[in-house]
């Protein structure tokens, strides 16, 4: 039977308080943390990324990019971490979210200093690759496309398209694209913290929709099973390997456009290799934002984004949705 | 437990042996159909994937040649154009602007609600700015020359040929589609050809085709091209079919109606259970749309797609003779269509003749005229009888009109009235 666990958010999010006070403290990886048996999600913040103004402290954003690594990975040091995450020979794609353009995108700073840190990890430039659905998409979010072999590359799937051979798991079937299949060896997925009119939210595991052929099929019922099921293709469950919440800007209402009136400066990343607690981390943080803003809860609205708690059930196993199994690190 | 699988892009259409031409009675494309497109006009669409696809096929013409089984079909263009070509994008004619920008799309019951800059259901419609644009507007990914039997339309200048074409986009997703690789599809993900309105139908009367057939993927989604090129056709005298799943909402239906000459709906099943795990759609709106057809006097035929265990009772087949009959008439001809497996249903066998032949049994018997078996070849249930006489009055080989023996519409040996549109 599907497992539909709703703890009580408060309690949750008091926890992630406390984490982040032990965490706090010692600025670098609480050692009981690697001795559990849990998911961890990295919940990091940092109030003075944008400084004064408007725009984002690459630096600010460097250090907190790093802090969260080391944390996820229980290293000594980022660049420890990062050598976790792909070796050099690898190809690593970016999987970036630029549907709703500047607003609310994976943001082109954090790009550049995950790409940064690849490049220190011993991932040379043009063994990177920032892809999304479309170059529009891409282009609207403010990077540039480029597909010359020898440098750095950045496309969206109308480049290559998709594979012939269909692809098929529990309720869906769909051609991957390429990008995907045929150019990366692994991939670090980079989504928005953001609301979803259809699907609830739009994470980590919905981001993974940009890898299919088909996803305007995989939204009725709220995205459940889809968004769990697409997860389990096997070059998507194979090839993603971290998955970083862009949640410098977070959007509690109105997606997947952008709708300023409804975004905050959440100036956070969440980090996880586990997709569904990140989801589930994220989801909470939305619900918060809604309550705090005298707004229904998704469940009230009709669109709580179950899949995510279909994604940990015992035919997907992609991760937890359990609170009591996810570690919370505050960073 | 791995429940993953796979089917090629092109699996889905047929050697030239095996199941082929049976497949084809439910009008699939024949297995040239992505490739397929058109000589006389200068721009045609590809993608990559298409494009390297093409470049594979060392003799595209040949292929289409062999593969049609003696049906001629259209060598292809070159040339290319940008995938964002504002010559497909037209406004669509029924939607509802929403605050924020949103729009909801008021064509098919689904009424998608859509974010700017995100399509529907069916990927051939985009919301821009807060407005709807259909961007499949003479954007054909498939067209054919076809006997209008393979539709299948057997009470319908019977013998004649269809221009049929389609573009991508379909707005239900059935797990046993047979042209998959392009009703699943976006169409900048197939190859395209751009053919307006007039030069469809100039197309069709040069190749002596009375009927252009809006065919293979779902023309509801390409509505308004399927009405600019049924007004192009009128203008030289040629009719205009549909061959439809048949969820479509009242309004855009009834204005659908005063512009074409006969539709074939695929009544999928007569269950919503059906309709909605097999076929991602409901089936009360294509019964209510079925109705408004007949009340407007729509020459109109059904098939039904016989899918082992799935939709295979008697109590199902009785139930929708006895709806048929009540409700759309006797004279409605039905299709009883014989299942192979593919897309998302390899899981399943074909459906047995005896199936099917107790299906047309339970029909008959409930009184309905005309009821026939699809993708049986060679199968006297392919033949017209007459309901009085019981006399062949159109015998069939195949997708073929052998012999026809009827006088204005009557039966030659009884003068029976056989409905139908002849002349
Ligand atoms: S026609 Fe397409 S966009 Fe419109 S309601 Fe149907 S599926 Fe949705």
Redesign the interface.
């Known amino acids: 039977m599907r497992q539909r666990l709703e703890p009580n958010r408060r309690e949750f999010l008091k926890k992630c308080a406390a984490g982040a006070m032990l965490a706090g403290g010692t600025h670098g990886l609480p050692a009981f943390f690697s001795a559990r048996e849990k998911t961890r999600v990295v919940n990091a913040h940092d109030p003075l990324l944008r400084g004064a103004g408007s725009s984002l402290d690459s630096g600010r954003l460097l250090k907190m990019l790093d802090r969260s690594v080391q944390a996820l990975y229980a290293t000594d040091s980022p660049l420890e971490a990062w050598k976790k995450v792909a070796r050099p020979g690898e190809v690593v794609g970016l999987k970036v979210n630029g ?2 353009g500047r607003g609310i995108s994976t943001s082109v700073l954090l790009v550049e200093v995950v790409c940064a840190r690849l490049q220190d990890a011993g991932i040379p430039q043009k063994d990177i690759v920032i892809w999304d659905r479309l170059n ?1 998409d891409l282009e609207s979010a403010g990077f540039r496309n480029a597909t010359r072999q020898d440098h750095m590359r950045c496309f969206g799937n ?5 594979e ?7 309720s869906v ?1 769909s ?1 991957l694209a390429k990008t995907l299949t045929q150019v990366c060896d692994a991939v670090i997925n980079l989504p928005v913290l953001k609301d979803h ?2 699907a609830g939210v739009t994470m980590a595991l919905k981001n993974l929709f940009g890898a299919i ?2 996803p ?2 995989y ?2 019922n709220v995205g459940d099973p889809y968004v769990a099921d697409v997860n ?3 070059p998507i469950r194979q090839k993603v390997r971290l998955h970083i919440c862009d949640a410098t800007t977070a959007q509690y209402e ?4 952008y ?1 300023p009136q409804w975004t905050w400066r959440y100036n956070g990343l969440l980090m996880s290799r586990d997709p569904v607690a990140l989801d589930y981390t994220g989801w909470q943080i939305l619900e918060q934002e809604r309550a705090e803003k005298g707004m229904k809860s998704l469940r009230a609205l009709g669109r709580a984004p179950d899949y995510i708690a279909t994604a940990a059930d015992p ?1 997907h196993r992609l991760g937890t949705n359990d609170p009591s199994q996810i570690e919370q690190v505050e960073v | 437990m791995s429940k993953t699988a796979h089917t090629r892009k092109g699996e889905a259409s047929f050697s030239s042996d095996g199941p082929r031409r049976e497949q084809e009675a439910n009008d699939a494309l024949p297995c040239d159909s992505v490739l397929a497109s058109l000589s006389s006009l200068g721009a045609s669409e590809h993608d990559r994937r298409t494009f390297l696809k093409l470049a594979g096929v060392p003799c595209l013409t040949a292929c289409v040649g062999s593969c049609m089984a003696g049906w001629p079909s259209l060598a292809l263009g070159a040339g290319s154009a940008p995938a964002e070509d504002s010559r497909f994008i037209v406004e669509a004619q029924f939607y509802e602007k929403l605050p924020y920008k949103k729009i909801r799309c008021k064509l098919c019951p689904r009424e998608c609600v859509i974010d700017d800059r995100e399509r529907g259901y069916c990927g051939v419609r985009e919301n821009r700015g807060g407005s709807y644009y259909t961007l499949v507007h003479s954007r054909v990914c498939a067209a054919h020359i076809d006997p209008i039997e393979k539709k299948p339309l057997f009470h319908f200048f019977p013998g004649s040929l269809a221009f049929s074409v389609a573009t991508a986009g379909c707005n239900v997703n059935c797990k046993f589609c047979q042209n998959w690789d392009i009703s699943q599809s976006r169409p900048e993900q197939v190859r395209n050809a751009y053919l307006p309105p007039k030069d469809l139908a100039n197309l069709a009367q040069q190749n002596r085709c009375p009927a252009i057939a809006y065919t293979y993927s779902e023309p509801i989604v390409f509505y308004e091209y399927m009405r600019d090129a049924a007004e192009a056709g009128h203008a030289l005298g040629i009719k205009s079919v549909v061959v439809s799943g048949g969820f479509i909402q009242q309004d855009p239906l009834k204005k659908l109606c005063r512009d074409v000459d006969a539709i074939k709906v695929d009544l999928k099943a007569f269950s919503e259970k059906y309709y909605k795990e097999v076929v991602n759609g409901e089936l009360k709106p294509v019964l209510e749309a079925l109705v408004t057809m007949r009340k407007l006097g729509m020459w109109t035929e059904l098939v039904y797609l016989v899918v082992p265990t799935l939709n295979d009772s008697d109590a199902e087949f009785r139930a929708l003779a006895q709806w048929v009959k009540s409700n759309l008439g006797a004279e409605v001809p039905l299709h009883f269509s014989r299942f192979y497996p593919q897309y998302l249903l390899k899981n399943l066998p074909p459906t047995p003749l005896e199936t099917l032949e107790r299906a047309k049994a339970i029909a008959d018997a409930e009184g309905l005229h005309y009821v026939y078996l699809g993708n049986t070849p060679g199968n006297a249930a392919e033949n017209t009888y007459c309901p009085k006489c019981r006399r062949i009055v159109i015998e069939r080989i195949g997708f073929a009109v052998k012999e026809m023996h009827l006088r204005k519409g009557k039966c030659e040996y009884c003068q029976q009235p056989i409905a139908g549109v002849w002349q």
């Not at chain 1, 109308?158 to 998709?162: A, E, F, R, S, V």
């Not at chain 1, 012939?164 to 529990?170: F, K, V």
């Open positions: 549907l709703a529009a109308d480049t290559l398209g998709y012939e051979d269909l692809a098929t798991y529990g079937g051609c009119g259809i052929h088909n305007n099929k939204h009725l389990m293709l096997p109105g997606g997947p456009s709708m035919n």
